[in-house]
């Protein structure tokens, strides 16, 4: 008896979902689609979609794609990677999408970069961190945007590297971002700094984070400088317990991240002074090419643009200029297109190199400071990308060979 | 008593919670085939005593040995396994499942067959099950789910599931409580004949002396914790600690008394 | 010396607010016997309420008034909660109410988003507590002593209340022996009430506390809903000292345990929990649950197995089901796949629910656990997919048998708690334990052989081991064995005195479940191509349980029904909406008050009725309405 509802369902299920399958691309239409954590993290991910949606709206009042019209297909994957595998099913087998952009976290961008090869895709990953999208996991169908978990790292170790402490302690999420951040980290700085000490380090669970008795446990080996890797609430308890307590009076702090609007926003005037970070101050950054995406964009949403609008953003012109640049949506051609195309950005111009497929997007490293009771960045420079990638030969020792 | 060796043998059995004797140095004997009643006032132990025979609980002290084998500190399973079926004060049957099923669990244990992953159950042994329905006059209910059995069905289907061991010992722990005054003579009375038929040796603990006295062979009175008297119903009605325990609990007895006395 | 006082001080200030909301919980289930999973999203409420009317009322006496309001605000929203929605279902099996909490967290998850928006919100400090004092030269937060005090003061004003007003001996009494009061002509419902609103109370007052030293977001429900679980199992459900000892002892632990093994605090606490649940299972202060409570599985109409005809029904079911892939799209195909693999899932929590009577809470770790398998065979052996299907829920059945081991000793919330514990035990490793299991990256690149690498043809094989698996579940039901484990169900006590070794039958019961649940993670991991913590995570062994209640927990094999349902409906929701939390809560609290034997139970319902109407036409409508009624029940 039960088993006679299973044959309705499925029967009903398998035409409704071969229907879409049927419809076939418009000529006059490139459609591309998009994945990322709408549902699960929503203050991270809403500017995200902004940046996009302006970037669409602009290639397409430009003539679209070499006159035929970009369409976005957007999904949300709930923070899940395999609910990801099945929205990237969706776009590619459903509605026969070009390309797959998008994604947050690094085990989402991870498994839809494994679909990708496995059903050989185009990927353009946008946010996720993990240098493993590029290295250990590297293939030839992924690109990512955002600049990886090691070039924050050189950029913050170039900045450490500078100060005179010798006594280091860390604090990260016990997970595989925070644990390869502190990895990555650690090496570069030493590299650098053969007399540098590790005294000292906290794992506190991600999202999770008992701040007073880390704080505390922290300022009893009495380090001289702190790396932090914790973001978002752990980074706001981290924060207060931290300033309460005076932990980082007279201590040099190296932070990943923190002077991204959306981790340094909430922590208004608790914001601490002095640290080290990468991070996008929107509001001090004076090129033409920045100026006009803050203009665009503050006049279309009446609020000004995080980190993730600016990866949104340059995440779909790029897909645009590969897609032009291929004149085709074949993906060998795309991939052929995209690796060391030369195109435009809010920071600058970018490419993406061959070896890994890694943008050359930077980030600003400057101090953090509280002004008008919110917390900014200040003395902020933009570092090139390019600058910081791990070396080819690095990436050829640990990317699989095609 | 007759000449064989006895179904059951206790020894000083001891229990006592948090300082308080609950049984004390309780012994006797049953012996094949024999129906004995363990009675006394309320919270004298019985339901305790009972509970150690099947091993439900571990005594403190002293010794159970059934058919001549020590069992005192056996898990229920292994106590039924020697040939002990047991009944409760409320009855535990298995709802979800019909009556005959009841049935086939117990026979399907009896024959080691728990641990089947694949056997049909509902063919298992079916002639043997309706054969014990039959027993406790239940044949027409085979089919019925035990849930909507009445209270004295559920306590004749108990008996039945009891029975699947075929038994040398019947423990039976107020049989009859919860029920119609009509329906308890009817089934102490099928509960005796299936004794004598098949020797099994029934011990149990009652409220209604008209039971007690029309069917034990020996009553065992236990007051406090320990065994006060033991003999033939009309010894035991005799006895004056036993009046003047029942005494004690007010004027009920007296009409009980009364009553069993006339049957 | 100083370091370790002022460690231990910090440690007691964690300790107040998990105090504050575990007390809450504890009332709760003490007098009602539910166990709010919507404790964590009350929490969250007051923190927000509270952000909310601090911001607009200024000054001291505005702060610590909005913080006091916040949390009667929010326990007004717990009184009408209790009343629309708990009300229904206090006379539910424990299960239930578990899941309708749960779907009320959902629910508030999306509503505070909506609300108050998706950023982080950072609130005012405390006047008069903003900096810190000087303990032995080190600096300890003066809120952090405000908070010492408070869990202490909480604490005697809980005794005061329970033993000094009338309400509190009621409360008490109830929480003896509910039936006792209910005989004393106390207006029950409004007791029950009461009760919910100050649980809810304390829960939001533990809120709305962290303000000054937390950010409010979002998640903060489910961050302390597990750490109060733990402490709340840990001090015995129902006890207040209990709660507050475990409060103590967990967060000490925590302070301390971070200076040995700064990366084990996740995993810390489970294991202390599972220490304590194994050696007391009731907890530190706990008593132990006088009478055994209605376990899902017990209608009162018997299983039978198919009939002739059904099982040619079942057949061409399956032939259609095999099909699929002459007709339907690559996606489809997909999808299909995945419904096949979950209703496999489902169907062993539902042989482990129904016929076991076991409802648990963590069935995901065996299904993660079988993806595990087959991810590391693949990744560090290099061994070849049959192998890795065969061998790979091998991990899943030696975590059933350990888990199992000691899972099957408890029954009821505590048996769900434990069951969570062990999943999260097992999610903590995986994702931790980076070099081996990619942690929180996961294992990638686990895609099936060539032979069956097209989608039809991997639809084909799931569709065939599920099936097979299916149907040796269906033969078990009804094996000696499946009888067994129901009568261990129906009466421990009855099935005990006929032989039948319970704990044994069970944990057995719990090892086929666990094994096939592996075998689903298999078949999962080469559909996906890749194995990730989340696979053994709460979220999961819920998804489990709402496939089990949609189709019917008393029905033989509703949960592949359930599975098919609620996933596909899942996957639709998830492709179309981003408040698919909100829609989802929506759902199961809909399906535990309205529709609570699923969509099975309610078909066979339905059947049967209008089996016995033609069998009693020839006799007076009277007694077909005393039927119906008598089967309504």
Known sequence: MQWSKISLVTAALAAALSAGTTSALAQAEIKIGEINSYSALPSFTEPYRKGWQLAVEEINAAGGIKGKKLIVISKDDGGKPADAVTAANELVASENVAM?????????????????????????????????????????????????????????????????????????????????????????????????????????????????????????????????????????????????????????????????????????????????????????????????????????????????????????KAAAAILAKADSTDTDKLIAAAEGIKLGSPFGEITFRPADHQSTLGAFVGKTAVKDGKGVMVDAVYRDGANYLPSEADVAKVRPKE | MSGTAPVLEVEGLTKSYGGVHAVRGVSFSVAQGEIVALIGPNGAGKTTCFNMLNGQIPPDAGRVRLLGEDTTDCPPR??????????????????????????????????????????????????????????????????????ELAYGDLKRLELAVALANNPRLLLMDEPTAGMAPKERVALMRLVARIARERTIGVLFTEHDMDVVFEHAERVLVLNRGQLIAEGTPASVRRDPQVRAIYLGEGLLYEGGQHEGANG | MSFYVVQFLTGLASAASLFLVASGLSIIFGVTRIVNFAHGAFYMLGAYMAFTLTERLSGTVGFWGGIVLAALAVAAVGAAVEMILLRRIYKSPELFQLLATFGLTLMVEDLVVI????????????????????????????????????????????????????????????????????ALGVNQKWLFTSVFAAGVFLAALGGALQIPRDAVNHTMDLRIIVDVFVVVVIGGLGSITGAFAAAVLVSELNAFGILVFPKISIILVFLVMAAVLIVRPWGLFGKAETAPRRTPGSAVRPWRPLTFAERVA??????????????????????????????????????????????????????????YGVALLAKLAGAPMLVCLLAGPLLGLAGAVVFGFFAVRLSGVYFAMLTLAFAQIAWSVAFQWVEVTGGDNGLLGIWPARLVATPARFYWLSLAISAALVVALRVMVFSPFGYALRATRDSALRGEAI????????????????????????????????????????????????????????????????????????????????LSKLVLGGLIIVLVVAFPRGIVGMAELVVDRLRRRAQLSASPPSAALAQDIESAK
Not at chain 1, 124 to 153: C, I, W
Not at chain 2, 128 to 144: I, K, S
């Open chain 1, 100 to 316: 797959i952009t998008g994604t947050f976290f690094s085990n989402i961008g991870l498994a839809v970069s494994d679909y990708a090869k496995q059903k050989q895709v185009f990927f353009l990953a946008g946010e996720p961190l993990t240098d493993a999208v590029t290295m250990a996991h590297g293939n030839k169908y992924t690109f990512r945007m955002r600049p990886s978990n090691y070039m924050q790292a050189a950029m913050l170790a170039e900045e450490a590297a500078k100060l005179p402490a010798k006594r280091w302690a860390t604090v990260a999420p016990n997970y595989e971002y925070g644990q390869s951040a502190v990895a990555v980290f650690k090496a570069l700085l030493s590299a650098k700094r053969p007399d540098v000490q590790w005294v000292s380090e906290q794992w506190p669970p991600q999202g999770k984070i008992d701040a007073g008795p880390v704080v505390q446990a922290l300022a009893a080996d009495k380090p001289e400088a702190i790396l932090n890797v914790t973001f978002g609430p752990d980074l706001v308890k981290f924060v207060r317990e931290g300033n309460t307590r005076g932990l980082f009076k007279d201590r040099a702090v190296v932070s990943f991240l923190t002077g991204e609007p959306e981790y340094l926003d909430p922590l208004k005037d608790e914001t601490p002074d002095g640290w080290i970070v990468t991070g996008y101050p929107w509001y001090s950054i004076s090129t033409p090419a920045h100026d006009a995406f803050l203009k665009a964009y503050q006049a279309k949403y009446s609020d000004y643009p995080r980190l993730g609008s600016v990866v949104g953003y340059e995440l779909i």
């Open chain 2, 78 to 147: 292994v106590v039924w396994r020697r040939g002990v079926g047991r009944t409760f004060q409320i009855t535990a049957t298995f709802s979800t499942m019909t009556v005959r099923e009841n049935i086939q669990v117990a026979l399907a244990s009896h024959a080691s067959r728990t641990f089947n992953l694949w056997r049909s159950m509902p063919d298992f042994a079916r002639r043997d099950a309706d054969a014990l329905l039959g027993l406790v006059d239940m044949a027409g209910y085979a089919d019925r789910p035990c849930g």
């Open chain 3, 115 to 182: 609300l108050w928006g998706p950023d982080d919100l950072l609130g005012r400090r405390a006047p008069g507590f903003r900096g810190a004092i000087d303990v032995f030269g080190q600096n300890l937060p003066s809120y952090d002593l405000f908070l010492i005090v408070i869990g202490p003061v909480v604490l005697g004003a809980l005794w005061l209340l329970f033993h000094r007003t009338r309400w509190g001996v009621l409360v008490r009494a109830a929480t003896q022996d509910r039936d006792m009061v209910a």
């Open chain 3, 314 to 371: 079942v057949a061409l079911v399956f032939a259609a089901a095999a099909s699929l892939p002459l007709f339907g799209g690559n996606y489809a195909i997909s999808v299909a796949t995945e419904i096949v693999i979950f209703a496999l899932f489902a169907a062993s929590l539902h042989f482990l629910m129904s016929a076991g009577g076991l409802a648990s809470f963590g069935h995901a770790a065996y299904f993660g656990l079988g993806s």
């Open chain 3, 499 to 578: 032989g039948i070794d319970g704990k044994r039958v069970q944990w057995i019961a719990f090892v086929i479940a666990g094994t096939i649940a592996a075998v689903a993670g298999a078949l999962f991991a080469y559909l996906k191509g890749s194995v990730f913590p989340d696979s053994l995570g709460i979220s999961l062994s819920v998804d489990g349980l709402v496939m089990v209640l949609l189709g019917g927990v008393e029905t033989v094999s509703g949960a592949i029904v359930g599975a098919i349902v609620y996933k596909a409906l899942n996957i639709w929701l998830v492709s179309q909406t981003e």
